[in-house]
T-cell receptor, first 111, second 116 residues
Framework: LAKTTQPISMDSYEGQEVNITCSHNNIATNDYITWYQQFPSQGPRFIIQGYKTKVTNEVASLFIPADRKSSTLSLPRVSLSDTAVYYC????????????FGKGTRLSVIA | GAVVSQHPSRVICKSGTSVKIECRSL??????MFWYRQFPKQSLMLMAT?????????EQGVEKDKFLINHASLTLSTLTVTSAHPEDSSFYIC????????????FGPGTRLTVT
């Protein structure tokens, strides 16, 4: 499974756009990139998934360059409630493949 | 989206006793479920893959005789921590993939185990 590297922590003020970049140099052809959010004492929550180019949903955008060796999660206009740990994962999108978590990025949103 | 539940959400037990944690997929069938453990300020660590109707596959360093996994139906997997010790105190999280639906992997809310 491809290893991922993310910043350990980030700080942001409310209302700003936050971009968290993840490196996955060894991504395989059949790997997808998935981002999860985790609040303290809760299970991870799916945010967004993509394979290439750009994906957008109601909570975030995911930018993936052509070489797919990195990806950037973009959170528009963060609020205090977005304070959480964000994990970038790379794995095939098949039922029997577990998700292996890296250290994640601890985002702190400040008023 | 699909929902995965865990029971109990929180449990305190005495050292030497066993504790069972249930993981259920509420509105989908999951032939495969996964169990993770998370210590404070750390990431999730995969413990084992639970396969319906067959033996679980454990990650290196996880004792299969200590962490018993049973996946007797397509909606239920159980993790039993046997002869628990204080160092087993952790946050246990299960997940399941809705292979017949959107194929996303859904996580349960976690179970906080405290061994005294």
């Amino acid at each position: 499974l491809a290893k991922t590297t993310q910043p350990i922590s980030m700080d942001s003020y409310e209302g700003q756009e936050v971009n968290i970049t993840c490196s996955h140099n060894n991504i395989a052809t059949n790997d997808y990139i998935t981002w999860y959010q985790q609040f303290p004492s809760q299970g991870p929550r799916f945010i967004i998934q993509g394979y290439k180019t750009k994906v957008t949903n109601e909570v975030a955008s995911l930018f993936i360059p052509a070489d797919r060796k990195s990806s950037t999660l973009s959170l528009p206009r963060v609020s205090l409630s977005d304070t959480a740990v964000y994990y970038c994962l790379v794995a095939p999108n098949s039922g029997n493949t577990p998700l292996v978590f890296g250290k994640g990025t601890r985002l702190s949103v400040i008023a | 989206g699909a929902v995965v539940s865990q029971h109990p959400s929180r449990v305190i037990c005495k050292s030497g006793t066993s504790v069972k944690i249930e993981c259920r997929s509420l509105d989908f069938q999951a032939t495969t479920m996964f169990w993770y453990r998370q210590f404070p300020k750390q990431s999730l660590m995969l413990m084992a893959t639970s396969n319906e109707g067959s033996k679980a596959t454990y990650e290196q360093g996880v004792e299969k005789d200590k962490f018993l996994i049973n996946h007797a139906s397509l909606t239920l997997s159980t993790l039993t921590v046997t002869s628990a010790h204080p160092e087993d105190s952790s946050f246990y999280i299960c997940s399941a993939r809705d292979g017949a639906g959107d194929d996303e992997q859904y996580f349960g809310p976690g179970t906080r185990l405290t061994v005294t």
